[in-house]
């Protein structure tokens, strides 16, 4: 469960990545951006994302906010799978070398918000 989290939390930062990348491009490029390179290999990554994203949302979403849609829902993945991730760590994976930075970090904030 753990390796599967910690993959599900990378391809939530690589498609929430690409998709700032593909905005960011959107708004440079303008209209010749289906010209521009990198725009369709961000789009080619991302694309997988936004389908599904039309697909679950209402008609009333318009096709040029689906992006932003799609960020927050791929941040709400991403997030949730690290809670759960530090949930494993904290209970079950306590000496696992994957766990050790990610607990170091969390109890330096637990001091830090102590004082």
Known sequence: ??????????????????????????VLAGANREKNFPYLILRTVTSPVTRVVRFIT?????????????????????????QQKLKLCLTEYAGHPACTAMVQKYEERLQRSRQ
């Not at 753990?2 to 960011?24: A, H, N, P, T």
């Not at 209402?58 to 690290?82: E, N, S, T």
């Open 58 to 82: 209402p008609r009333f979403i318009l096709d040029q906010h689906v992006g932003f849609v799609a960020f927050f829902l791929v941040f709400l993945v991403w997030f949730w799978a690290g």
């Open 1 to 26: 469960m753990l390796q599967f989290l910690s993959i599900l939390k990378l391809l939530c930062e690589i498609v929430g990545l690409s998709l700032i990348g593909q905005g960011i491009l959107y």
